[in-house]
Each structure stands twice: as structure tokens, then as C-alpha cells.
């Protein structure tokens, strides 16, 4: 089956630090790649994403490219700031061809504190 | 702004309780889902659903059942709460189409003890 696989964390990073957090992924087809942000206290919010090969998602500062060669989609952030302290989940979807009405798989997430 | 909302951000039970978790969403979204967050899990899908009085199981329904009787509410039903169902629970919701994101809740922190 589907499955996501994170970097292990947590990450400690002082303010301005370059951030990748590493996500590499098993599917079928071509599924649709994200990465979700969780805040302390808060549930899930989408950060970017990308739905075909060599898409690049975008927010906030933060990118991620579907690289369907390597089947990954690591999230890089030139310069980190501590209101970026969260966790951070990579996800799956698959097509739309199938019957999954929008499952996602996560990774494990990975914790990211930065310091200022 | 697409509102879900969980009606508990923290609850006590006890073993043997029934516990109910209720999530209500107001965009009229077809699919609804039930998920479990656990550190170094991740989250894993517990039920969806995807049309009223419609459910499928995902990865780990075992000790859980859901209740979809109106489109904007779905229920996780815990039928005799136990320990190891201590957890995060998150609820989310999607609309139709290919591309529809999903939304999630703020999260119902369950303690069983």
C-alpha cells in the first residue's frame, strides 16, 4: 500500500537557518504530494502542494518540488524564523482515478523548534 | 473561511465508557474523515465517509464505529473506551473533485483512564 516516509526528527535550528525536511514516498500512479503544518494547540493546516511530476508548491517561504524520480518532496526554507516552530506532516493522496474520495497518508512528522 | 469544528478540544474518560467525538463541518463537503495523531505515527485514517449513512473503514477501525446521519456531522463512537485509545483525534473534511483540499478541526485530545 501507500506510505510516507519523514525524516526523523525533532529539528532544532537557530532563526535565519536553511530547514530541508527530507519526504520520500511509495504509490501507485501518480499521486498528489502535501505538506501540512500543525502549530502547537492547533489542528492541520495546508502548507503547499503539488499534483504532477516536477510541480513545485510554494507558501509562505517554504517549497517543495515533486520529484517523481526519487519519489520525493522535501520541504526547504531559506531562512527560518521561530514562529516556524510546528510540526510538519508530508502527505499522499492518490489520483483522482481512483476510489480513495481523498485519503491522505502521512509521515511520522517531524518536529521543528527554532531558536531565536 | 471552511469551518471544522470539533465539539471538544479535551476529554477525561473512563475504561468502559462510551465515548462519543463529534465533528461538524459547513461547506457541504462530501467526504469526511476520522484520523489518529500519535508522535512517530504520524496520523492514521480510522473511518471516512463519503455520502450520509455511507462509511468505509481505513486503517485502523479496530474499537471504533462512526455515525454519518446528516451530511455536516460525523460521529466517532468509541464503544467501550480502553487505554491505549488515549490520543489525538482529528477530523477533516473535503469536497468533491479531484483536486479538493481537505480541512481539519482543531482536535479532540482523549485521555482514557
Known amino acids: 500500500g501507500d506510505s510516507v516516509t519523514q525524516m526523523e526528527g525533532p529539528v532544532t535550528l537557530s532563526e535565519e537557518a536553511f530547514l530541508t525536511i527530507n519526504c520520500t514516498y511509495t504509490?501507485?500512479?501518480?499521486?498528489?504530494l502535501f505538506w501540512y503544518v500543525q502549530y502547537p494547540g492547533e489542528g492541520l493546516q495546508l502548507l503547499l502542494k503539488a499534483t504532477k511530476a516536477d510541480d513545485k508548491g510554494s507558501n509562505k517561504g517554504f517549497e517543495a518540488t515533486y520529484r517523481k524520480e526519487t519519489t520525493s518532496f522535501h520541504l526547504e526554507k531559506g531562512s527560518v524564523q521561530v514562529s516556524d516552530s510546528a510540526v510538519y506532516f508530508c502527505?499522499?493522496?492518490?489520483?483522482?482515478?481512483?476510489?480513495?474520495?481523498?485519503?491522505?497518508?502521512f509521515g511520522q512528522g517531524t518536529i521543528l523548534t527554532v531558536h531565536p | 473561511d471552511v469551518k471544522v469544528t470539533q465539539s471538544s478540544r479535551y476529554l477525561v474518560k473512563r475504561t468502559g465508557e462510551k465515548v462519543f467525538l463529534e465533528c461538524v463541518q459547513d461547506?457541504?463537503?462530501?467526504?469526511m474523515f476520522w484520523y489518529r495523531q500519535d508522535p512517530g505515527l504520524g496520523l492514521r485514517l480510522i473511518y471516512f465517509s463519503y455520502d450520509v449513512k455511507m462509511k468505509e473503514k481505513g486503517d485502523i477501525p479496530e474499537g471504533y464505529s462512526v455515525s454519518r446521519e446528516k451530511k455536516e456531522r460525523f460521529s466517532l463512537i468509541l464503544e467501550s473506551a480502553s487505554t491505549n485509545q488515549t490520543s489525538m483525534y482529528l477530523c477533516?473534511?473535503?469536497?468533491?473533485?479531484?483536486?479538493?483540499?481537505?480541512?481539519f478541526g482543531q482536535g479532540t485530545r482523549l485521555t482514557v483512564v
Open positions: 502527505a499522499l493522496r492518490p489520483n483522482a482515478g481512483g476510489t480513495s474520495y481523498g485519503k491522505l497518508t
Open positions: 461547506m457541504d463537503h462530501e467526504n
Open positions: 504509490a501507485t500512479g501518480y499521486p498528489s
Open positions: 477533516a473534511g473535503r469536497g468533491g473533485g479531484p483536486y479538493a483540499e481537505a480541512f
